[in-house]
């Protein structure tokens, strides 16, 4: 205890901590815990805007033919986001559903029902683990990208170039990403539930010994078409989250190279949190409309 409180001590005076008095300790806690409040709120306002601004870009292309959005810049993303993103989501469902098969299977057979893994694996990928598994590649793999790319463009001064010539760059560069985002994510869930489930019925029929009948029919007997619906409309929203957070950190880059870095890191790390969060929201609100 006597060489902790020392090696405090000696860090505090390194620091100059040692010489603050405890108002003034607090009022340094105060100010860190306000700071990062207000970034958490200029943050989602800036975000909710930026949401905003699509939906009306968007209306707009509806009502108003002569408005586009632009087509091919949307299918360019398509294949940025969602055609580049297939091998990676088919390699880590596959391996998923490998590990569930081969973790469920030793304790199911001790009470003799080792085939309910199929049960198990259709709900858990359907529900859960298909748009996770496709929303945390995607994050990784396009929701980065996007926020570089558009950091770059602020920092190179192509969006006030944009601006010159009369162009908006949240309908030119924002809103074909969020939808990209959105359409490709929904594609990689469903490739994601075809590969893990697959992938467990292979390893079920190969090493488990289940026969593969079975694993039919126990996977169409539990799994139901809600089980599908409720999934994809999280994969909706994952994709929208991905979209936003990456646009607006895109968008708000300050500070030359650093600050693009900054909005990848950002990025990632923000758009894990708020699909963690959102799917604990829907996981609640579906088992409180008895959606399970």
């Keep these: 205890m006597e060489d902790l409180s ?31 409040t207000i970034s958490i709120i200029e943050q989602v306002g800036a975000t909710a805007n930026l949401l905003l601004q699509i939906i009306k870009w968007i209306y707009r292309s509806i009502v108003r ?42 304790p199911l057979d001790d009470f003799g029902r080792k085939d309910l893994s199929a049960n198990i694996l259709g709900v858990s990928v359907l529900r859960e683990l298909g748009p996770l598994i496709a929303a945390m590649v995607l994050t990784g793999f396009a929701g980065a990208a996007i926020a570089a790319e558009l950091g770059t463009m602020v920092v190179g001064e192509e969006i006030e170039a944009l601006e010159a010539q009369a162009l908006n760059p949240i309908r030119f560069l924002v809103v ?37 009948q079975t694993f039919w029919d126990n996977l169409m007997e539990q799994a139901k078409p809600i089980d599908f619906i409720t999934g994809m409309t999280k994969s909706l929203i994952f994709g929208l989250l991905i979209g936003l957070i990456a646009c607006s950190n895109g968008m708000r880059v300050t500070g030359g190279a650093a600050g693009v870095g ?18 604990m929201i829907f996981t609640i609100l579906f088992f409180a409309l008895k959606l399970n």
């Design 6 to 36: 020392r090696s405090v001590a000696r860090a505090a005076a390194k620091t100059g901590l040692g010489k603050l008095r405890p108002t003034a300790w607090l009022r340094s806690i105060v100010e860190v815990i306000g700071s990062k």
């Design 176 to 212: 074909p990403r969020v939808l990209a985002t959105i359409i490709g994510l929904a594609v990689l869930t469903v490739l994601s539930n075809v590969v893990a489930i697959l992938s467990g019925f292979a390893v079920a029929v190969t090493i488990v010994d289940i026969p593969g």
């Design 262 to 279: 900054k909005a990848t890191t950002q990025t990632v790390v923000q758009s894990i949190v708020c699909i963690v969060i959102a799917d």
């Design 65 to 106: 033919p002569k408005v586009r959005i632009g087509r091919p810049n949307v299918i360019a993303q398509l294949v940025r986001v969602g055609v580049r993103s297939m091998f990676i989501v088919s390699l880590v469902s596959g391996c998923v559903g490998l590990i569930l098969v081969l973790q469920m299977a030793p």
